[in-house]
Each structure stands twice: as C-alpha cells, then as structure tokens.
C-alpha cells in the first residue's frame, strides 16, 4: 500500500508540474515563475527573502522573477504599512482571473473527487497533505 501510495503521489506531482510549465509557457513566463504566483496566493504577499527562502533560489534569481512577473503584470511591489523600508510582494489586481480558465478543469476535477469523500476522509487527506508539504 505504502508504493501505491508514494507512486499516486509522484504521478500527482508530475502532472502538476507538466500542467505548470505548459501554462507558464503559454502566458510567456518560465516554469519557476508561475510557481511564485502559486506561493502567493497559499500565503499572501511575501517579501523578496520569504520568496527566496520558499523556493531555495538566490535573491538575485528571486529579484529577477519578480521583475518578469511584474512587466508581465502579474504581481506588484508595495511597501509593508508597518515597516516602509520592508517590501512585499502580492498578486496584482487581475492576475487571479488571467490564469483561472488555465487551471480551471484541474479545479473542477479537484471539486468532483473532494465530492466523492467523506468528512472524516477529508479530514486524514488534508492531514496527509500538511505533513507532506514543507514547513
């Protein structure tokens, strides 16, 4: 059970990465960039270093993505109300609805199979999922 279990999870990771590149290179951008608009949207608007630390990539690296992201209108720099020398960076308006009709089935699928479970089930799938996923 434990291999049907790693192998679901690897099939699950693939197809999500494939889907990504294919969606990052339809919009212009590259693989590593629309996976920054993921991290921002499960955590909201982050620093630059938060960004860095999330991914593992250089500040350099991180500082360049971000720069494509902005041109391409994507996110937004914007200064920390409490800390004006701190910046962060969020989703810009609209970037939610430029990427939704490219993840739009994944989401739908997501939903029909979510519907298929039963709460308690749903409670150990979503712990499963914190306990895989990085801190």
């Not at 989703?91 to 009709?101: F, I, N």
């Amino acid at each position: 059970m434990d291999q049907d279990v790693t192998a679901g999870v690897l099939r699950l990771i693939a197809s999500a990465v494939l889907h990504n590149q294919a969606v990052a290179q339809r919009l212009g951008l590259g693989a590593s960039d629309s996976q920054f608009l993921t991290l921002l949207d499960v955590h909201g608007p982050l620093t630059p270093g938060r960004l860095a630390e999330l991914t593992g990539l250089s500040t350099g690296t991180v500082t360049g993505v971000i720069d494509r992201l902005e041109r391409g209108g994507f996110v937004e720099r914007t200064r920390d109300g409490g800390d004006r020398r701190r910046v962060l960076v969020a989703p810009a308006p609209g970037a939610r609805a430029t990427l939704a009709p490219h993840y739009r089935e994944q989401g739908e699928h997501l939903a029909a199979v979510l519907s298929t479970r039963t709460p308690d089930e749903l409670r150990v799938i979503a712990a499963f999922l914190d306990d895989l996923a990085p801190p």
